[in-house]
């Protein structure tokens, strides 16, 4: 993780567009807390890329003064996992929102998790489709009556946390919009962890979704426990479930060291021929016509 050479505010990361969510969005809390972050991370500025798909929330790297990569629909991880590859000393961070990450972007995730790609990926939760204005998503309700579901949505919700912890994420989070000093702290810890971080942030959208509200949350949210093994991967499979009795556990769940892609792709590199200059061309002979 490269810092800048003077420290900087959560302001100095601050662009100059401002900000184009509803009135009251959840992913207002977020943005000022991953500011807050990146100043006592003291991030480089030019040395961070932001990079997303398509949604309200992928809108993020706009709003941040480093360099960042607007994508397409749900291919913000495989952007940001080629961008980390080629320049292993960037500081790389996905943002999006639950539809575009575990929908048209779920096929993506399991793959990220598993090579233990070594990025952060912050998901704004909000079980809608927010920007284009009401439809169901991966992580709205059974039941939910959206534009599109208005019987009620048949199908059952994608649980992100668990999701990622089974496909072999080294450091899976969960924060709260309105708890601005947990993600903050949440985030910090993402970004210092060597290997693939998930946080996912339950952000409300006040303007599409009138079901999953701040008032709706209000009694749900629950601090996870200090006496928590952030290491035992069945204790934080046990916390990602309670979403099924209706509680929203918030703070680390799991976090484990192991070797990342990068690692992994080196040590290859170093048996095939000793350094740093080896020939590709060896690989690719024996497929030439």
Request: overall charge negative; proline content about 7%.
């Amino acid at each position: 993780m490269t810092t800048a050479q003077a420290p900087l505010k959560a302001k100095d990361y601050k662009s100059t567009i401002p900000p184009t969510w509803c009135p009251g969005c959840g992913d207002y809390g977020v943005l000022n807390s991953v500011l807050k972050a990146f100043a006592a991370l003291n991030l480089d500025i030019n040395n961070t890329v932001l990079v997303s798909g398509i949604g309200c929330s992928s809108r993020f790297p706009y709003f941040v003064k480093t360099y960042g990569l607007h994508t397409a629909h749900g291919r913000a991880l495989p952007v940001a996992a080629g961008l980390k590859m080629a320049r292993p000393d960037l500081e790389v961070i996905s943002f999006g929102g639950d539809g575009d990450g575990f929908s048209i972007g779920g096929g993506h995730v399991p793959h990220i998790a598993r090579k233990n790609t070594d990025i952060t990926y912050i998901m704004m939760d909000n079980s809608i489709y927010g920007l284009t204005k009401g439809q169901s998503s991966p992580t709205s309700q059974t039941g939910m009556v959206t534009t599109i579901t208005p019987y009620g949505t048949p199908d059952n919700p994608v649980n992100p946390l668990a999701f990622c912890l089974t496909y072999g994420a080294t450091f899976v989070a969960q924060g709260y919009s309105s708890k601005p000093k947990i993600v903050t702290d949440l985030v910090i810890k993402a970004i210092e962890h060597r290997g693939f971080s998930f946080v996912n942030i339950v952000s409300p959208c006040p303007t599409f979704n009138k079901v999953n509200t701040f008032d709706f949350y209000k009694d749900l949210i629950e601090e996870i426990p200090e006496d928590h093994d952030t290491s035992d991967l069945q204790a934080a499979l046990a916390l990602a479930l309670k979403a099924k009795e209706g509680q929203v556990p918030v703070g680390l769940f799991y976090q484990v060291q192991a070797p990342t892609l990068l690692d992994r792709l080196n040590s290859i590199r170093e048996k095939l021929d000793g350094s740093d200059d080896y020939d590709i061309s060896k690989i690719i002979e024996p497929y030439k016509p």
